[in-house]
């Protein structure tokens, strides 16, 4: 941590860190886990459309990812920026506890995902059971985490400590992680949270976004109607403030 900026607990006088890109990311998260269980559960009862099974593989591949990414960054980078500024004042074995938790329902999911891209029809009631389990768990802890931490991190943790460990999170972002992350956040953002969310990913984060047609398409094939279009992203990179498509 030698390189950090000061990691004295934030004063009244200083800057509270501007939390979007956790926020955004907690929520893509908690919704595109839910909607992709609505989806496998559709796929039970009706059946797989034609190309499905295959982009079903390519974004659950890519969502797991993206998880496993946030966990790791949270414990390498933001939770160690937490202790050190909020100090006893916050307690993070358990949620430590939770996560491991967490992370096993997310190694099954991902075991399930091997078997339903060998057997499509077969294997998709497991892997719609392994991604609800996940579901839950991951909205149980999202729920506990933003309840205990948020609140300390904006009262304790000043914004250049958590601009320098945003930093640190797009450093470590290796090809193809962030042609799915960014876009996938892009689509869970508030337009409020566009802007902030896209300054912390800095010029990188801006090319991707205007290069996500790929991710797009993705979703379509995946989702259906409840996807986003290429439009979606055209018109918000635009400045247009009608919101996104929900899902």
């Given amino acids: 941590m030698s390189s950090t900026p000061s990691l004295k607990p934030r004063t009244s006088h200083d800057p509270a860190p501007d939390l979007t890109s956790l926020v955004v990311t907690h929520r893509a998260i908690r919704q595109d886990l839910s909607r992709l269980a609505a989806t496998l559960a559709a796929i039970g009862q009706r059946g797989l459309e034609p190309g499905q099974a295959r982009a079903v593989c390519r974004y659950t591949t890519a969502l797991l990812a993206a998880i496993r990414a946030h966990h790791d960054n949270e414990n390498d980078i933001i939770w160690p920026l937490i202790a050190a500024t909020a100090r006893e004042t916050v307690d993070l074995a358990p949620l430590a506890d939770d996560r491991l938790i967490v992370e096993e329902a997310a190694a099954r999911a991902q075991r399930a995902l091997a078997r339903f891209a060998a ?27 933003e309840a205990q931490l948020l609140p300390a ?77 290429t439009t979606d992203f055209a018109v918000r990179r635009a400045g247009d403030n009608r919101p996104p498509a929900q899902p």
């Fill in 153 to 229: 991190m904006r009262r304790y943790l000043p914004a250049p400590a958590y601009q320098w460990g945003e930093r640190q999170v797009m450093r470590k972002a290796a090809p193809p992680g962030p042609q799915f992350t960014v876009p996938w956040l892009a689509r869970h953002a508030r337009d409020s949270e566009l802007r902030p969310l896209l300054a912390a990913g800095g010029w990188r984060a801006r090319v991707v976004l205007a290069l996500s047609r790929n991710y797009a398409r993705l979703e379509r094939r995946v989702f259906g109607k409840h996807a986003s279009s």
């Fill in 119 to 145: 057997e499509p029809e077969a294997g998709a009631a497991a892997l719609q059971a392994s991604i609800s389990k996940l579901r839950d768990l991951t909205d149980e802890h999202v729920a506990d985490e």
